[in-house]
């Protein structure tokens, strides 16, 4: 009984860590269409079937020498105002990590775009996170002191890849409670 309690105990310590990298996801903006002008692309429709979360990567892939990128503020949002955006990005292939809550506003800053439509608000929603840590009620498992050990992580990479719907790693999640449950049971 004693060994199952650590291998809990290890895996409750590493639930956070675990949950944490296993939301983290890879939004291609467009998807397979990209950042375009080209087919009036819906961005608002396209924000509006995922959702967003602190440490999520929003690429834009493009044409550089038809577009570009230009993160701003919301009235320059509002009024497609490209005179002093907070940063510009011009590779064609941008990759920005959303590093806080709240709207994250972008369009193309080439003249005539946003107006058109190439742009896009990334919300992530200040809502409550998934407690990660917190046992099965009845468990007789103590919480873990310490919860910021680090032990390396040999999970299967396929099950924390990038791409998987976030469904699947909640899955995920759910089956190492389950598992966490008998274990402690
Ligand atoms: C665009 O923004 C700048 C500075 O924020 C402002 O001075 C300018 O008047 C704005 N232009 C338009 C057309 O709203
Ligand atoms: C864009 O960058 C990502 C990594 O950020 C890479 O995986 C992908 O292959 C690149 N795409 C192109 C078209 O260069």
């Not at 493009?62 to 590779?91: D, E, F, G, K």
């Not at 007789?140 to 680090?150: A, D, I, N, R, W």
Request: hydrophobic share 45%; charged share 10%; with cysteine.
């Amino acid at each position: 009984m004693a060994a199952k309690r650590i291998v809990a105990q290890v895996l409750l310590i590493l639930m956070p860590a675990l949950l944490r990298l296993s939301l983290a996801a890879v939004y291609k903006v467009g998807d397979s269409a990209g950042w375009t002008t080209i087919g009036n692309i819906d961005y608002k429709q396209w924000a509006a079937t995922k959702t967003f979360q602190v440490g999520d990567v929003i690429l834009f892939e493009y044409n550089a020498q038809l577009h570009n990128v230009m993160r701003v503020t919301h009235s320059m949002y509002r009024a497609c105002n490209t005179s002093s955006p907070l940063a510009t990005y011009t590779t064609g292939n941008d990759s920005i990590k959303i590093t806080t809550k709240g709207h994250h506003f972008f369009f193309c800053g080439v003249p005539g775009h946003c107006q058109a439509g190439q742009k896009v608000d990334i919300n992530v929603l200040r809502l409550p996170e998934i407690a990660p840590a917190s046992a099965p009620s009845g468990s007789t498992l103590s919480p873990p002191p310490v919860p910021s050990v680090s032990v390396p992580v040999s999970f299967p990479s396929n099950a924390l890849t990038l791409k998987a719907s976030k469904g699947a790693k909640l899955g995920l999640a759910i089956t190492i409670f389950q598992f966490l449950y008998q274990v402690s049971h």
